[in-house]
């Protein structure tokens, strides 16, 4: 008689189904952003960054708050004066309230040059990538020439002739960045514009505008997110430069760089009126910074070699 024996196979577990082997990997974001999380300076830095725009922009939407109301009988208080922590101004106005409301202003600044700078110099590379040719010899020139004069003395001319103000600053600003983003842009679609999937698009009939916009694109946001993360620092330091020499912001607006240049007429009798908002640029430009670098590492993708 033969005798057969059956042997039961264990039961696949929950566990064993969710093995990492069989998981689907992680794309490049998701690397990136698990590689920024494990940076503890950069968090910190995020979390400071973050304190500032709530503050700059949560405060004033929840308490009403006047940066310009004046009282000449407490001009001058040092910090830690009743109702004044951080003290006054020449015109006794609170130096908290005002750092609050040049947070905002300084902040919203240093976005809109840099937005300006992103659309117009990556608009100016991808066309001059992608195109080639003509274009390309002609837009690479005229960056050529722009390089040729420093950004803060083209933002100074550009000021110059279209008048002050916090809106010309920004304006100025986001110009004299332009041919950055234009040559990192144009780099990478020259890198881009020769790929399989490009070839395949363009063989299944997509048009110019379809490849620039919906497939090259999205390649080149990487560099670009990195470059205007460290060029947010550079746009406010710009931007508070000019305010500081007459040229950006205007009385009484309360702008950490006019408010730095209306402290030096009383640094040898109010030496807070100077480092309130010298401080406050020094530590906020230094956030973003150190917060850059980590994003440029963390979007390297040389980097991304056995990250899971």
């Avoid at 940076?39 to 400071?48: I, Q, W, Y």
């Avoid at 709530?54 to 910090?79: C, K």
């Avoid at 990556?122 to 722009?146: E, N, P």
Wanted: aromatic share 4%; net charge positive; proline share 6%.
């Amino acid at each position: 008689m033969a005798i057969s024996i059956r042997v039961s196979e264990p039961p696949v577990s929950a566990a064993a189904v969710a093995s990492p082997l069989l998981r689907r990997p992680a794309g490049p974001w998701s690397r990136a952003a698990r590689r920024l999380r494990r940076n503890r300076l950069a968090m910190v830095a995020a979390t400071f960054l973050g304190a500032i725009v709530v503050i700059a922009f949560g405060v004033p939407a929840v308490v009403p708050i006047d940066p310009y109301m004046q009282n000449l009988r407490e001009a001058l208080s040092p910090p830690a004066s009743p109702g004044h922590v951080l003290g006054t101004d020449q015109f006794g106005r609170d130096l908290l309230l005002r750092l609050v409301d040049g947070a905002r202003v300084s902040l919203l600044a240093g976005l809109v040059a840099v937005a300006i700078a992103v659309v117009l110099g990556g608009g100016l590379g991808l066309l001059s990538g992608y195109s080639g040719g003509r274009a390309d010899v002609l837009i690479m020139r005229l960056i050529d020439v722009k390089l040729a004069f420093p950004g803060i003395l083209a933002a100074l001319v550009i000021v110059t002739v279209l008048g002050g103000g916090l809106d010309k600053a920004m304006l100025a600003v986001g110009i004299g960045a332009l041919p950055r983003y234009a040559r990192v842009v144009r780099a990478s679609v020259l890198a881009t514009r020769n790929e399989l999937f490009i070839e395949a698009a363009r063989s299944l009939g997509a048009s110019d505008r379809r490849l620039m916009f919906i497939h090259i694109m999205p390649q080149v946001i990487g560099p670009v997110i990195t470059l205007a993360t460290l060029g947010l620092a550079t746009a406010m330091l710009a931007t508070a430069s000019l305010s500081f020499l007459g040229l950006g912001a205007q009385p009484p607006t309360a702008e950490w760089g006019l408010m730095l240049s209306e402290s030096r007429k009383y640094l040898r009798i109010a030496w807070w009126l100077a480092l309130v908002p010298g401080g406050a640029i020094m530590l906020t430009v230094l956030a973003i910074n150190v917060l850059g670098d980590a994003v440029r590492d963390a979007l390297d993708p040389r980097l991304s070699v056995g990250i899971d």
